[in-house]
């Protein structure tokens, strides 16, 4: 597609249960970055990714968050045993590498651990 | 540890008001600074950035900012808002994105 691509846009879960969030970037863009965002805290970064080096997870907030990136391309942010403080909107952005280029950003999933 | 401030997280002007949205950050060294928006019910996307050269670099809708080195800061302008300016202003610095700035234009 033409621009990054999140799904779900929505997701309910039980606390406790396990969630996968996908992002699909731009084709082509080398970077992928995860952020969460939460009501009146602005973008939180998660992870970034960009080529074949190793994630920056500087951001993951704890042991339960954790994200990969198959292929140099698609990206799946997992959370084990959510808890009701998880709820946010993920946000999946992409670029063509580097803080040096705009990053474009999907629609985003709202989550809501219940 | 690198930091962004927004100055202002709600800001309410009349159409037609001058707008400035303050944003310092904590960066040493070369910075590369973005604005981001998010209209209500869209995704975030890109207002205007700056990496190099000219330090007041002009973006889109009529918006600029102005790099000032010695202050750290990048300030946020548009001399005329429109009610269709209603929306949520992100400064991020490096992508790091600060608070947000929530700005209400009452037409």
């Known amino acids: 597609g033409a621009g990054v691509s999140q799904s779900p846009s929505n ?6 249960k396990d969630v996968e969030l996908r ?11 995860w952020y ?3 009501l009146g805290q602005g973008l939180e970064f998660l992870i970034y990714f960009q080529g074949n080096s190793a994630p920056d997870k500087s951001g993951l907030p704890s042991d339960r968050f954790s994200a990969e990136r198959t292929g140099g391309s698609v990206s799946t942010l997992t959370i084990q045993r959510t808890q009701q403080e998880d709820s946010a ?10 803080t040096a280029f705009e990053a474009f950003f ?8 219940v | 540890a690198q930091s962004v401030s927004q100055h202002n997280h709600h800001v309410i002007l009349s159409e037609a008001a001058s707008l400035e949205l303050g944003c310092n950050y ?13 209209y209500p019910g869209q995704h975030l996307q890109l207002l205007l950035k700056y990496f190099s050269g000219d330090p007041l670099v002009k973006g889109i809708k009529g918006f600029e900012a102005e790099f000032i080195k010695s202050k ?6 548009k001399p005329s808002v429109q009610w269709s300016d209603t929306a949520e202003y992100f400064c991020a610095p490096e992508l790091v994105f600060g608070a947000g700035t929530i700005l209400r234009v009452k037409s």
């Open chain 1, 36 to 38: 969460r965002q939460s």
């Open chain 2, 72 to 77: 750290f800061s990048f300030n946020l302008r």
């Open chain 1, 89 to 98: 909107v993920y946000l999946c952005a992409s670029s063509l590498g580097g």
């Open chain 2, 26 to 38: 904590s960066y040493g060294g070369t910075v590369n600074l973005f604005w981001y928006v998010q």
């Open chain 1, 106 to 113: 999907g629609q985003g999933t709202r989550l809501t651990v």
């Open chain 1, 23 to 33: 992002c699909d970037p731009i084709s082509g863009h080398t970077a992928l970055y």
């Open chain 1, 11 to 16: 997701k309910v879960t039980e606390k406790g």
